[in-house]
């Protein structure tokens, strides 16, 4: 079996340079999900941080979880708060373009949508990005936010209302 | 109506990463620093003095600092914001008869613009416009490309004294920095021995600077800890500083969470098993 990130943040402990693994693995899905949100400029630079403030605190990761996806975007998400101004004018511009990328869609229904996250309180469009943008299961947005499950269900569950959908849970994704 | 399955479908395509690798960082040293306690706010001025460098003046560091920025002005528009978050990074915001511009350094390319004419872009099927402009991207909206076209012909670059005089209320420069940061930690009780966070020598918007500062003081008193460290934080929820930013922003919101979770003794908000306070606090607060 491959060695998990969780191996490699272990041995990082004493051989700083196994990070890399957790590094090479993730690196990609960090800017993703940070380009998404502020753009490709400020992406290199919220996933370079993410890392190196990941690497500074290795010692505190809980090395029962295999997998430091959610831990790191985490990590990006509180780095992403400092850039709020220019996450909701990608937004606002995003929304009157989305519909060009997905089909079946119209204009108005895709810029509504994008709207919508863009006014929700940060701590509900957190958990919402983190869960449709970055493909976190809610157990995985409670380790990455620092949050109980419930909490994760409870701000998803304002989110749905906020965004006018029916608010039924879905069911957890493992 | 949107559901989260659209919102899915609607992620923004993004462009692959680039190729980096990984390098651990030199472990740093760092001298053991003795102070002397002394009344906060003159601690404050002192220590932000000797940042600056002992006999260098205010004036010199300030336009050293805005040497380092792209100082472009928009001719007839006025300043209402400036934020520079680090050497060679920043936003401004201009205004006129109603209408604004931001502008950004260094420049950032967006997809999905369609081209108007030279270097204008715009969002298709909006008034939103977007232009390059050396190290810079301007954007706005307007009733017309030849509108916005007509407001980037007054984007010029200025002298660091006229870009420093053109700022607004807003803006801290390094001159005022000392005496603003004074200011913000009114009403604040500090540990002994605090330093307010270094000058680096930008100018930074009031909001932004209030954040560093009031998240270096609930940081320093949580790694300081103990009864007297949940008292201070206690009083969170009266800090001027903090007061005047919620108006604006969440980041008095993420500071009040971590006050009541120390009040909690030490459990992050909802208690997530294994983690306190003292192990998520420099991401959350930005120390």
Redesign the interface.
């Known amino acids: 079996m491959a060695p998990t990130d969780a191996d490699a943040i272990r041995r990082?402990l004493d051989e700083?340079?196994a990070?890399?693994a957790v590094?090479?693995r993730h690196?990609?899905a960090v800017?993703?999900f940070a380009?998404?949100r502020v753009?490709?400029?400020?992406?290199?630079e919220v996933?370079?941080e993410a890392?190196?403030?990941a690497?500074a605190?290795r010692k505190?990761y809980?090395l029962t979880q295999p997998n430091a996806l959610p831990w790191l975007l985490?990590?990006a998400t509180?780095?992403l708060?400092?850039h709020?101004?220019?996450e909701k004018?990608?937004l606002t511009?995003?929304a009157?373009?989305?519909a060009?990328?997905?089909d079946g869609?119209d204009?108005a229904?895709?810029e509504?949508?994008?709207a919508?996250?863009a006014r929700l309180p940060?701590r509900q469009r957190e958990v919402?990005l983190l869960?449709?943008?970055a493909?976190l299961s809610y157990e995985q947005i409670?380790?990455a936010l620092?949050?109980?499950v419930?909490?994760v269900r409870s701000r998803?569950h304002r989110a749905?209302g906020a965004?006018?959908?029916?608010p039924i849970l879905?069911p957890s994704r493992a | 109506?949107?559901?989260?399955e659209?919102?899915?479908?609607?992620?923004?395509?993004?462009?692959?990463?680039?190729r980096?690798?990984?390098t651990?960082?030199r472990p740093r040293r760092r001298a053991p620093l003795v102070l002397t306690p002394i009344a906060a706010g003159v601690a404050a001025l002192a220590f932000a003095v000797a940042q600056l460098g002992g006999g260098q003046s205010f004036a010199e560091a300030a336009i050293r600092a805005a040497e380092a920025s792209p100082r472009l002005l928009v001719d007839g528009w006025d300043v209402t914001r400036v934020d520079e978050?680090d050497a060679g990074q920043g936003?401004m915001t201009f205004a006129r008869d109603g209408r604004t511009l931001?502008l950004?350094w260094?420049?950032?390319?967006?997809k999905?613009l369609e081209r108007v004419r030279g270097d204008v872009y715009r969002?298709?099927?909006?008034n939103?416009f977007t232009a390059y402009v050396g190290e810079a991207t301007v954007?706005g909206t307007a009733p017309s490309a030849d509108a916005f076209a007509e407001a980037i012909k007054r984007v010029h670059r200025v002298s660091a004294e006229e870009w420093l005089r053109a700022l607004p209320g807003s803006a801290v420069t390094p001159r005022a920095r000392a005496a603003t940061v004074a200011e913000m930690l009114r009403g604040i009780p500090l540990p002994a021995g605090f330093k307010p966070p270094a000058a680096a020598g930008e100018t930074r918007d009031r909001y932004?600077l209030g954040?560093h500062v009031a998240g270096a003081v609930a940081c320093a008193w949580i790694e300081r800890g103990g009864e007297q460290a949940r008292e201070a934080l206690a009083t969170a929820r009266s800090w001027p500083i903090l007061l005047e930013m919620n108006a604006e922003?969440?980041?008095p919101?993420?500071l009040w969470s971590y006050a009541d979770a120390v009040a909690a003794h030490g459990e992050?908000?909802?208690?997530?098993p294994?983690?306190t306070v003292e192990?998520?606090y420099?991401?959350?607060l930005?120390c």
């Not at chain 1, 965004?163 to 029916?166: A, C, E, H, M």
């Open positions: 990082s700083p340079a990070f890399g590094f090479d690196f990609g800017h993703a380009q998404r753009g490709v400029t400020l992406a290199e996933a370079a890392f190196a403030r690497f605190a505190r809980d985490g990590i509180n780095l708060r400092r709020w101004r220019t004018r990608r511009a995003y009157k373009v989305a060009q990328h997905v869609v204009a229904t895709a509504e949508a994008i919508a996250v940060r919402v869960h449709v943008w493909d409670a380790r620092d949050i109980p419930g909490t998803l749905r965004l006018g959908t029916d879905e | 109506m949107p559901d989260l659209l919102l899915r479908r609607l992620a923004p395509p993004v462009e692959p990463a680039p980096r690798s990984f651990p960082p978050w936003e931001e950004r260094p420049a950032e390319r967006d999905g969002y298709p099927g909006s939103d954007r932004q954040a922003g969440d980041y919101e993420v992050v908000p909802g208690g997530k294994g983690m192990e998520t420099r991401d959350a930005g």
